[in-house]
């Protein structure tokens, strides 16, 4: 077989042929066609000329290349607005199925929660920037339809502030008076032991309640109750060492409590009557708080105003009178 040379000219277009020796070289090769065309690097060089620049360089055209690789994948549908809010699905707010089953006060609340556009239900701007000439179909204001209920609410009114209240000089009058608590001072009884400790009585509290200090100074029996520690107690009057009252008290540890910060300067109307607490008007430590459970069992009848036309009041019980009310300092 001859072999021949095949040259073709891109720039003539013409196809030549040329027969050469042929030499039995090696027996896997038969023949050789040689086909010579432009490369592109040459090309290229030929572009080069013909160009005043490289296209490929300009900067409108490497800003537009950039700006579409970002939004690859993206629709011109989806960069037009942002995704709804509610369902995080691509379309309106006003169309959203979850948007038009909430109340009016709900999509009021979500618009201008999540800073819609009140007039157009647009994200990228308020009311203040919405250049939309639509207005609401039924009352024809600037705010959406779906956000028009009459009778209900208005809006775009903003809200009138409530007038302040005039300062009154009833606070300050009342802490010029002392408050007076009805405390006594009654007989702890345990181990054949009686302890003089000081009590409040409280009828506005369901149940009896002991301080953990002097529970654990006379290491009294205590059990759980509802995870509660309560002890069993004895109460006895100063008066009468025949008087003995069982009370299931509540172990606290907010007692011991004062009842007035200090020293009250008060003296007592009643003279004549054998107070339940002689030193009433003490800052002394509380450590039993006499309550409703046991209220019934210590008062007594009795009840008795001040003379001298003041606000102190005295009620009889076990344990001798007590005062309440209050004086002006």
């Known amino acids: 077989m001859d072999l021949i040379t095949i040259n073709y000219s891109a720039e003539n277009k013409q196809l030549s042929v040329k027969p050469m020796s042929y030499s039995r070289v090696s027996n896997r090769q038969n023949a050789l066609i040689h086909y010579s065309s432009p490369s592109r690097s040459s090309r290229r060089s030929n572009d080069d000329r013909d160009s005043p620049r490289d296209r490929s360089s300009s900067p409108e055209l490497y800003d537009r290349r950039s700006r579409d690789k970002n939004l690859s994948g993206v629709s011109k549908k989806q960069m037009r607005r942002w995704p709804c809010m509610i369902c995080k699905k691509d379309h309106r707010l006003a169309t959203c199925e979850k948007y038009r089953e909430l109340s009016t006060y709900e999509r009021l609340e979500f618009v201008r929660r999540l800073q819609y556009c009140v007039n157009c239900l647009a994200v990228s701007h308020t009311i203040g920037l919405c250049n939309s000439v639509k207005t609401c179909i039924k009352c024809h204001k600037r705010h959406h339809s779906s956000l028009h209920h009459v009778g209900e609410f208005k809006p775009l009114e903003k809200p009138s502030e409530k007038p302040k209240a005039t300062p009154t000089t009833a606070p300050a009058n009342m802490f010029r008076r002392q408050v007076i608590i009805p405390t006594v001072r009654l007989a ?89 607490d002689p030193d009433f008007y003490v800052s002394d430590e509380v450590h039993i708080v006499l309550a409703a459970d046991v209220f019934p069992k210590i008062i007594s009848d009795g009840l008795l105003n001040d003379d001298n036309g003041g606000d102190i009041v005295a009620q009889g019980s076990v344990f001798g009178w007590t005062l309440t009310g209050s004086v002006s300092v």
Do not use: H
Request: proline share 7%; net charge positive; charged share 15%.
């Open 188 to 276: 702890l009884i345990y181990n054949g032991i009686r302890r003089i400790v000081r009590a409040l009585i409280n009828p506005s509290q369901p149940y009896t309640t002991i301080s953990e200090t002097i529970v654990r100074q006379c290491k009294l029996v205590t059990t759980k109750v509802d995870e509660k520690s309560m002890c069993t107690i004895q109460l006895g009057t100063v008066q009468n060492v025949n008087w003995i009252l069982d009370v299931q008290a509540l172990m606290t540890n907010v007692l011991p409590l004062r009842p007035y910060p200090q020293d009250l300067k008060v003296s007592s109307p009643f003279d004549s009557l054998l107070l339940a």
